[in-house]
C-alpha cells in the first residue's frame, strides 16, 4: 500500500519568512495530493491540492509542487504570518483511500 | 450549507465496553472516511464507505467495524474497548470515492478508562 513521508516534524520560522514542507510517497500509481492545515483542536481543512498532471500550483501565500518522477512534493508558505501557525498534513491518493503523512508543527515566531 | 457533523463530540467509556460513533456527511456527498487520530501517529485510515458498501479498510483489528446507510450517514463501532483506543476519531465526506476533495467533521474525542 501508499506509504507518505513527511519532515520535518517540527518546524519554527521568523514572521515574513518563508515555509517549506516536504512529502514522498511510495505508490507510483497515486495521482491526487492533498495539503490540510488542522488548528489547534480543530478538524483538519484542505487548504490546496494538486493533480499529477501538473508541477506547481499557487494559491496566494501558498504553493505545492510535485515531481512525479522523485516521487516527492512540497507546501511553500511565503511571508508567513501568525495564523499560519498550525499542523500540516500532506496525504496522497491513487483513486483509494487517502494516505496522510505523520504531520508538520509549524510555529510563526513574532 | 451544512458541513460535516459528528456526534457525540466527547465520550468517555470503560475498558471493555462498546461505542457507535455516528457521521452524516455534506448533503450529496456518497462517500464517508473514517480516521483514528492520535498525537504522533497522524491520522490512521479505518475505512471507507460509498453507497453503502465497505470500499477500503485499513489495518485495524476486527473490533473496528463501520456501516453506511441509505442516506449516506455513517456509524463506526469500536467493541471490547481498550486505552489504547483512546483518540479523536474523525470521518471525511467527499462526492466520489477515492480521497479526492475530503471535508472532515469535528470529531468525536473517545476517552477509554
Known amino acids: 500500500g501508499e506509504n507518505v513521508e513527511q519532515h520535518p516534524s517540527t518546524l519554527s520560522v521568523q514572521e515574513g519568512d518563508s515555509a517549506v514542507i516536504k512529502c514522498t510517497y511510495s505508490?507510483?500509481?497515486?495521482?491526487?495530493f492533498p495539503w490540510y492545515k488542522q488548528e489547534l483542536g480543530k478538524r483538519p481543512q484542505l487548504i490546496i491540492d494538486?493533480?499529477?498532471?501538473?508541477g506547481e500550483k499557487k494559491d496566494q501565500r501558498i504553493a505545492v509542487t510535485l515531481n512525479k518522477t522523485a516521487k516527492h512534493f512540497s507546501l511553500h508558505i511565503t511571508e508567513t504570518q501568525p495564523e499560519d501557525s498550525a499542523v500540516y498534513f500532506c496525504a496522497a491518493s491513487g483513486n483509494e483511500k487517502l494516505t496522510f503523512g505523520t504531520g508538520t508543527r509549524l510555529t510563526i515566531i513574532p | 450549507k451544512a458541513g460535516v457533523t459528528q456526534t457525540p463530540r466527547y465520550l468517555i467509556k470503560t475498558r471493555g465496553q462498546q461505542v457507535t460513533l455516528s457521521c452524516s456527511p455534506i448533503?450529496?456527498?456518497?462517500?464517508v472516511s473514517w480516521y483514528q487520530q492520535t498525537p504522533g501517529q497522524g491520522l490512521q485510515f479505518l475505512f471507507e464507505y460509498f453507497s453503502e458498501t465497505q470500499r477500503n479498510k485499513g489495518n485495524f483489528p476486527g473490533r473496528f467495524s463501520g456501516r453506511q446507510f441509505s442516506n449516506s450517514r455513517s456509524e463506526m463501532n469500536v467493541s471490547t474497548l481498550e486505552l489504547g483506543d483512546s483518540a479523536l476519531y474523525l470521518c471525511?465526506?467527499?462526492?466520489?470515492?477515492?480521497?479526492?476533495?475530503?471535508?472532515f467533521g469535528s470529531g468525536t474525542r473517545l476517552t477509554v478508562v
Open positions: 494538486i493533480r499529477s498532471n501538473v
Open positions: 505508490d507510483s500509481a497515486s495521482n491526487y
Open positions: 448533503s450529496g456527498h456518497r462517500s
Open positions: 471525511a465526506s467527499s462526492l466520489h470515492q477515492g480521497g479526492g476533495g475530503y471535508t
